[in-house]
């Protein structure tokens, strides 16, 4: 499969940028879809193709997938679910009138092979449906848990001005977490993996560790000790809630979307993990790497490369 010119939605989010930079440095011809631009204002951008797009309004898509091969793509998280998987069907009716011949699915989550009755990982299936429905060859990445995660606004200043891990993973939950650099890899390498067509690869880390472990490991990386903290998940999805109000009010992917709601689909998540055989966030790496051989990193190596500052 000869793909030079590779499209990229989500392209200036967390997991997004590391999708943008594997592709340059691997030579490929990148064209990155935001409604946040600036955020490759950064010289080792220069030779990326930027525009804008919404997953609303069809013929933005229509328009920014014209003269592609490939298509990578992670959707909006969270929030207005049903509202996400019309924007996915937007999107899948704009791929089938393009010259794309590959489709690269990150879920930015696990997902069931059959539905599971938990919301959030349901509708991961149903947006695979969707962009299968297209009959272009797809490949779907499904990871589990992102060590980026403990990066973001929400997690940081827990640890590095309070110094607690504040969350709903027990001491001795075993993960395996994964970093955005590795999901990219993955990503990457199935541009030219034709025989990876229809494949639904559960995606974790090279290592699996405890929460105990994990804590460990950051208090090494920011210089000092994090003490655990247990909270429900209701109350996890409560904060989190409040912060992205804070952010953005109601809109976006909130639209439509109470505080209620928002904490109930996160409790029912995190349950699921806790309980449900089928364990989201545990996988056969192994027999991933069989398949495609990537370096991977440990959480060691990625939690020394992060900026630990005082926020």
């Given amino acids: 499969m000869n793909i030079k010119n590779v499209i ?4 200036a989010g ?5 999708q943008v930079r594997e592709a340059l440095r691997q030579g490929y011809r990148i064209r990155a879809v935001s409604r946040r631009l600036d955020a490759f204002n950064d ?3 220069k030779d990326v193709q930027t525009l804008s797009a919404d997953y609303d309004v069809p013929a933005s898509l229509e328009a920014a997938l014209e003269g592609m091969d490939a298509v990578l793509v992670q959707l909006p998280s969270g929030g207005n679910l049903e509202h996400t998987l019309g924007q996915c069907a937007n999107l899948s009716s704009a791929i089938k009138k ?3 011949r590959l489709i690269v699915y990150n879920t930015s989550n696990w997902g069931p092979d059959t539905p599971c009755g938990v919301p959030i990982y349901d509708y991961v299936l149903k947006f695979e449906e969707t962009f299968r429905a297209t009959g272009v060859p797809l490949v779907i990445f499904r990871p589990g848990i992102f060590m980026d995660n403990l990066a973001t606004p929400f997690m940081k ?3 590095v001005n309070e110094g607690v891990y504040r969350y709903p993973h027990t001491l001795d ?11 990219a890899k993955f990503m990457i390498a199935a541009l030219q993996r034709p025989d990876l067509a229809g494949r639904k690869i559960h995606l974790g880390g090279r ?8 804590i460990a490991i950051l208090s090494e990386a920011i210089g000092r000790p994090i003490r655990y903290e247990y909270i429900t998940s209701r109350k996890l999805g409560e904060d989190l809630y409040d912060l992205t109000v804070a952010g953005q009010g109601t809109g976006g992917v909130l639209a439509g979307v109470t505080r209620d709601e928002y904490a109930a689909d996160l409790e029912a998540f995190y349950d699921f993990v806790d309980h449900s055989p089928l364990k989201p966030f545990q996988a056969d790496m192994k027999k991933v790497l069989a398949l495609i051989p990537i370096q991977m990193t440990d959480m060691r190596t990625w939690a020394g490369r992060q900026d630990w500052s005082r926020t």
């Fill in 207 to 214: 290592e699996r560790l405890t929460t105990a472990q994990v």
């Fill in 43 to 45: 010289p080792e951008y």
């Fill in 14 to 18: 967390q997991q997004g940028r590391p």
């Fill in 98 to 100: 393009s010259t794309v």
């Fill in 8 to 11: 990229i939605f989500g392209a």
């Fill in 173 to 183: 939950a075993a993960y395996d977490w994964i970093c955005h650099e590795d999901l």
């Fill in 157 to 159: 200043p827990m640890f």
